[in-house]
Structures are given as C-alpha cells and as structure tokens.
C-alpha cells in the first residue's frame, strides 16, 4: 500500500469501467472496516500530461488529511490512444499521529483522457459528482481559459482554484483571468495560490501601519517599489507582485493611469482620490530559483513634507522570513518575522476552506484589470 | 501622549481581510514574578507565539520584574531557553527582534521606592520603543504578594485608567470566601473592575469556548438542554500527575476543592449550565455565569453525603511504581490535604431543578482526561425488548476537554439481525481531526484577549466571589471535622471507592 507521513492508501488505485465506478468504490469501502466515508464536498482536480496516476493520488492524500472530499482527478493524456478514456479508483485515510488510521477516509476517481473524450469530460464528471455538495476545480498547471474542457467545467464548479504563478505568459493570461473572474455569475468563485501566498507579505504590510501614528503615514504614500525574483531558464512571472500592487491600491482606494514597460521593470503611476499621484515601480531581480516569480522586497515610502515614514519589507535569501524596517523621522523599527514556506497542497487546502467569494482579493483584481487595459 | 490600550476593530485599512483585524496597542507588559516556572514556561513562550503569529505590535514590550539581580541579556537568555523548550513554534529568526523587546528590573515586590523607579523605567522605555504610555501588569508571583503589588502600583502612580492601564492576577484569587472579598477590597481601591482580569487558563482552551458554541450556535440542543432531559451531569477533571515538587503550594493552596473544583470545575459548570446571554459579550457572558453561580449549591447523596475527599496512597501508572502523596517530595507526611474531590451540586432554578451535577477531579488518576458528560433520560416507555441488563443504556451526550477534544453522541441503534436487538454506537466529533490546525495554547488565547482588552474569558469580582460562596459550606465543614472524613485511593486507580455512594438512582460514575 503506498503510504506517507500523512496519509495511507487503503486501496491503490485500480482500473475500472467509467460505468463501474461506484460499484468498485463500495466493493472498497465493504472490504474496511472501521474506515468510514466522509465527504464535505466534490473536488476536480485537472492536470496535462500527468505520467503517473499515484502523483496525484498522493497530493489528493494530503488534501484529504483536512477535507473528507470525493475527489475525481481529470488528467489530458498526451501519450495515450486519440480519443481515450481510462478510469481508476482508490481511497485515502488520514493517518493519526500515533501511526494508526483515522477513521473518517475519503476517495478519489481518476478520469485520464485523450482527444474528444478529454473535451467532453465534464459531462463524465458531472456524473460522478456527489449531490448537495459544493464543487471545487483546481486547474492545476498553466491556465487557457479559451479550453473547450475549462469552459464545460465552470457549468458544474462552485469556485475554480488556479496558480497564477505557472501562467504562461503570464501577463495576457492575468488579463483574461481577471476578466474571467470578475465577469462571473454571483454564486461562483475564483481563487488564485498565488494569492495565498501572499498572505504573509499582506499581513506584515499591516502590521507596519497598525498603530495610529503610522496609520497616518498610509494617506501620504507617494512611493511604492515592488521587487519580485528571477532566475535564468525560468519565465519572468510578475503575477504576485501585480497582487500585492491591486491589493494595496485597492485598500487605499488608488486607481491606475499609467502603466510603462522599460526592460524588466514597469514604471506605473497611481492617484488617489484627491488626485494625488503615487509613483510605482515594478521590477524584476535576478535571485535563486525558488524566488522566481516570489515578491522579494517592498519598499513603501512618503516624501511628502511632514511625513517622513518609510517602510522596507524584504524578504531573507531564504524566502522563509520578512524583515521589516520602519523610519519615522527619526525613529527606527525592524522586525524580523519567520515565514512557514507552504506547501502546495496547504495552499490548496487553504483555498477550499470556502467556495465564497472574496471581496478583496476580487477588489484587486479590478485594479489588475484596469491596470492591464493601459499595456 | 496618551492612547487607548483598548484594541481597535482596525482604522488599518490594509487589516481587512486579514484573519486578525484586530491588534493590541503598542505596550509594556510587566511580570512581577519574571523569574519563575509560570514566565518562563507559559508566558514568554505564548507571547513570541503571539508574535510569530503577527498578534502583536512590534512595539510590544516585556519588562521582567523579579528580586534576582539580572542583566537584561541574562534575562533574554533564560526566557530564549523557555522559548526554545515550550514554544509551539520553533526558535526562528523572530527571536533577534523580539528579544530586543525584552527588558529586567531588579526590585522588591514590597518595596514602594522600586515600584516608583519601574514607573520611570517605564517611561523611558516609552520613548525608546513607541509604547505611548500604555502599560499592563501581570502578577505571576505567589498569592501573598497580590495585595502588596496592588498597593505598590496604586501608591507610585501605576495604576493610570481604564483606556491606558490593565492587571492581570493569576489565580488562586484568595483562599476561601473572605480572603478573596478581601482581596476584592485592595483591587478595587487601586483599579477599576474594567482594569482587572482574573485569570483561570481553562478558559482559555478552545474546547472550553466551544462549550459556549456547541450550545448557543446550534439549535438542536437546546430543548433537550434541561431537567426535562437531562438525567443528570458528570464533569471530571483527571490527572494522571502527582503534586511532584508543588507538594508546600499545593497544600498551602488547599488541595484539590481549592485548587481545582472552586475555579475550573465550576467554571464548567457554569458555562455548561448558564442561561443564554443576550450577546456574546465580556459583561453579558459573565452576568449569565454569576447568575447560575448564584443558584448552585452543594446537593445531598443517598445518606446525606455532599462530598467526598480523598488522597492517593502509592501505586502504579502506565507501568511505573508512584509514591503515596504523603511521599512526596517536600510534603509533611501527616498532611490532611486532598488530592481528589467529588461531590454533588444541584442547581435551583427552573432549568436544572431535581438535575444533580457531580463533580469529581483528583491527581493521580488512571487516566488524564478531562470531560462534561450529559446522561439524558431513560424512554418514557419501553417499546423495544430490553437488554440482559433489564434497561436500554441512556442516551450521552459527551464534551471532552482533553485529550482528544471532541463531542460524542451515544445514541442506540438496532443490529442488523431478524431480531429487534440494539446496540449502543457512538456518534464521535474529532476537533483535531475536523480542524487540523494547532489550537493555540491557552495563555496565547488570554494574553491576547487580556492586551486587547477582551474581559469575556477573564473571572469578574462578583464572579470569583459567587465560586467561593458554593464550596464553603464543604470548607467549614471539612475544617471542622479535620482529618475524620479523609479518605485514601491508591495512586493509578480511579478514585475511592466512597466516590461511588455520592449517587442514587442507578447512578454510577462513568468508566473513562
């Protein structure tokens, strides 16, 4: 049986008929006992040219260490027969901390496809839904929202997780995807692991303005500098460091007018709502593989007179701590804050805490929309 | 410049969104007591979670007050091994930053002039750190200097006000009913009641706030939450710990109606027998809570018994050979002091009347757990054949504590047989496994809601008064008759077998 730290198959994963598919899941379920079925919701998780139906059961493990779900793993076969389709079933227990299983276990369904059978999956899947549960996609890999499969799947999804980091070209796909996002219907959701990791960089910038002298400083920002990794060999991703830019501007109610490309950086200009202008930058750095795409620094500054605040938020080679430097005229503060590096499959489990929407992560995208018109 | 301690749902609008919108003020936090087991074990350690958890202002400032002359950098180092041992998270790169706020002051906790140069150490750390005045007092140190603090502070100006200025008193508030409405008198001389938060860390553990939740958010329970129902209560507090080195505390403190039934036991009982308050709020929770405090009092067994006390003799857990308490390290061996208690409480009002409560904690017990058990009522009528036992088992309804916190439902069910046979099962919520996050601890929770000025799970004057008032009938009586009524258990099991004749009715104490 293939096992982790974190979970333990109880039953490989086994091929089937499409048509046999719940009757080989109960056969499973019949032959443990003690192990019971639990689903809080349905979860599609969609993947291009996977080689090994396991890897994917195993990140669907981990997931399942938190949420009982069914899960239905959808995989674009590249290699196989044109216009195939395959199936397997398998189940996943959480595994206690003393080593034995937990009781609460969930399944998983994998639908690997090719050619037209791969186009129509939805309709597959849409069978095997489990009813009056919510639906999560989590498209998994690059993003093309022009996908005959992707369009079928929102038809049946509650929210539709995806990675903005491993967009190609990332820059005309944020702008598709904003728009995507932005356009839909009130009772769907779109949710970005690139966002979550944000989190902690959003959470350090607050903390940098909680107290009421500093807060001041927030209405006299003129100056804004975000710095994300690059690495050689790896597409320039500027993604997360447009997040942190539409969720910043979003906060402070600043619109953007102008945006310049200059070699790896953008120069942007912002104004407020009194029609002050704050100047902005966006630019690339060479650094280690892993920073790729990773904000590596923020520097927020005011050089209007009277405020003389700044605030520096950069990130240490290890991308696992922030270090935060504040200067208030004379005044300086820092503040070295540790950062656990999350795994995928803990952003994920973040993302699928709930199928709502969030007002203010799609309140930033509306500026990285508006901001993708002036290209 | 003086700002308000109090934490703000935040003007920040870079806050919103974010899972803590609320953060305490800039501070000094001052342990009296800095250099003992409590500062280095809990309080640090919870504080740099806090922090690592981007809870607190980088602001935030820790001054240890104690009598032993240390350095500054001695100090950071001694707190640094406590974080290192007892943090629940790991020593990380936080620690550079956080440890600069740290600061000793050598002084007596009865001497004024040192309570007058604190305050200008205090001052000046303000200008240094951005604290802007806002001070909080933590009185970490053993009971008999509560009062002195108190006045120390009140006589060199410390004690400011409500919006800048909050205490923190651990427990024992007092030692019976008097101590503590005397002890009432010298806070209230110096501090506003808003200033003060008494505190009991059992409060602060999630599955106790989740007693709160499982009633008031869910509908379900309640028609079935009262004497209707309800057969009868058991809440168990079980140590599997002997009183180890806190042998001279422990007796001192009373023993276990002291330092265990009088605070946390009742404090269970109180949130599991409470009314609904109007809103989920520091004054409406704890109206609520005085308010059945106020109704409870010590119920009679089958021949009059109201409780029964009790210390371990020697014996064996999870196969290891235990001492008798009387063996203890630094215990006299002709102590009286009760390491167990049980005893029966009922509750005079139109919820609970006729529904006993029995209460029972005790140090080396066979098992640590911790739990509230509900036994609801037999059928009113047997429709179904009944067991070789004669009856259906009743229907339970479980709150577990700790370990493994949860809420288990035992309901009967019939067997898949021709025959109508049933079967009791078990309906089981895992708090660990349905919310696989570390519960923060206990002092993280109250150090927080302390610093942002949050009363809900801090004890009230009246409050700890109204507990004293339900275990002093057992006090005086138990003063009176000395060591008559002292009862022995051997260390492992579960309890005296005296336990058992506080209930009637086909009661028993249940088999955890």
Known sequence: MTENASVVAIAEPSRVQVSQIDK????????QEGATRASTFNLLVYESELQDPNSIGEAIGAIAVQHPCRAIALLASTDGPKDNLEAYVAAYCPVSEGGGRESICCEYITLRASGKALDELDTTAAALLLPELETFLWWKGPLNIHLELFTNLQHIVDRTVVDSSLF??????????TSLALGQEKNRSFGDLNWSRLTPWREETAVAFDSESRAACLGALDRVIIEYGQSEGIPLNPCQAYLFLGWLASRLGWQPLSLHNKDLTKQIIMRDSTQRPIQVTVRAVAGE?????QITSVGLRSEEMGAACSTVLCSSDSSSCIRMQMNMGEATLSLVSDIDTLTTEQLLSEALRTPDRDPIYEESLEVIHDLMQLK | MTASLTGRLSANPLRQGLRLERTPKPAILTIFGASGDLTVRKLIPALYDLARDRRLPPEFTVVGYARRPYSHEEFRNMMKEGVAKYSRSKLGNLWESFSKGIYYFQGDLDNLQNFKDLGEFLKTLDSERGTLGNRAFYMATAPSFFAPIIENLGAAGLAGDVRNTRLVIEKPFGHDLRSAQDLNKVVQQVFHEKQVYRIDHYLGKETVQNILVFRFANSIWEPLWNNRYVDHVQITVAETVGVENRGPYYDEAGGALRDMIQNHLVQLLALTAMEPPSAFEADTVRDEKVKVLRAIQVGQGPNGLEAVRAQYTNGWISGEPVPAYRDEPRVNPDVQTASYIAAKFMINNWRWNGVPFFLRTGKRLAKRVSEIALQFREVPHLLFPSSSAGQLNPNMLVL?????????????????????AMRSVNMDFHYGGTFEVASPEAYERLLLDFLLGDQTLFTRADEVEAAWKIVTPLIERWEIQKAGNLNYYDAGSWGPSAASKLMDNGRRWRRL
Not at chain 1, 168 to 173: F, G, Q, R, S
Not at chain 1, 289 to 293: D, I, T, V
Not at chain 2, 400 to 420: C, M, T, W, Y
């Open chain 1, 289 to 293: 593989a892993h920073l790729a795409g």
């Open chain 1, 168 to 177: 190609e070209e990332p820059e005309k796909a944020l702008e598709s995807y």
């Open chain 1, 24 to 31: 080989q899941l109960k056969t499973i379920w019949s032959s």
């Open chain 2, 400 to 420: 577990r504590i700790q370990p493994d916190e949860g809420i288990s439902l035992r309901f009967e069910a019939k067997r898949p047989v021709a025959d109508i």
